[in-house]
């Protein structure tokens, strides 16, 4: 990971927040520490904040994962995300949606995309959300091996599903896809959260990343499974 990239992004995705503090959000920390014949770190972190104001939402967020074995990095990834919704009607809205990752195993050195579209809630109760969007916009990347730089025009698409299974237990899963002419990008997030405490949580999730275009040495499907506590602030 470059500490320095990593920094200047922390420092414009504060930037980009407002000033005001009335953000409400969810943080989740996960990790492994062994020592004995073998010495393994694992940290898995990640926080999601939204504003709501009468037209307006706004969502930003921040995921890191990082794992040694024997001082050795075989896993280094950490992704910026943010996107304001701008409502139409109850159930229908316009968006705009940035999103910024670096992961150290993939044959990217970074990947950078700005889109905007249109968004609908085609459930939207107590207990069931399930809201789709789809939009166009732009990505950037490095190539890691010969620091070429893509930039290409993209189809961004996004379902965000969740239910309410009990009074303590909640299942979530969110669906995003970027598709390029170089290189379309998949990821889909599923949750289990089950309340312990009024602001706490356990939460078991399970992630599947996806590039269509790699090099021929490299996985082109990445596959993470977390255990964490989820907490609300």
């Known amino acids: 990971m470059s500490i320095r990239r990593f920094f200047a992004a922390l420092m414009l995705f504060g930037v980009v927040l ?15 520490l062994a020592r004995g014949n073998t010495e393994t770190e694992t940290l898995n972190a990640k926080a999601d904040m939204t504003k709501q104001t ?26 910026l995300r943010g996107e304001s919704d701008y409502k139409l009607t109850e159930r229908s809205f316009v968006f705009g ?23 609908y809630k085609f459930i939207d109760s107590e207990a069931t959300n399930l809201v789709g969007r789809l939009g166009i916009g732009y990505r950037l990347a490095e190539l890691r091996l010969t620091g070429e730089s893509e930039d ?50 356990l939460g078991v999730g399970y992630e599947v990343r996806h590039n269509t275009d790699v ?11 977390t255990v964490s506590l989820v907490f609300d602030f």
């Open 18 to 32: 407002p000033a005001q503090a009335d953000w409400e959000g969810k943080g989740e920390l996960g990790g492994v």
């Open 215 to 225: 090099q021929a040495d490299t996985e082109k499907t990445d596959q993470v499974l």
């Open 54 to 79: 009468e037209q307006w939402q706004h969502r930003a967020g921040f995921s890191v994962l990082r794992t040694t074995n024997d001082n050795v990095t075989s896993a280094d990834r950490w992704e």
């Open 152 to 201: 290409q025009a993209i189809v961004r698409g996004a379902v965000d599903f969740s239910h309410q299974l009990t009074e303590t237990t909640r299942i979530v899963d969110r669906f995003l896809i970027e598709a390029g002419s170089d290189n379309t990008f998949l990821q889909n997030i599923l949750r289990l959260e089950v309340r312990i405490m009024s602001a706490l949580a």
């Open 97 to 119: 949606a940035l999103r910024y990752e670096q992961d150290e195993f993939t044959d990217f050195e970074y990947q950078a995309t700005g889109s905007v579209g249109y968004g």
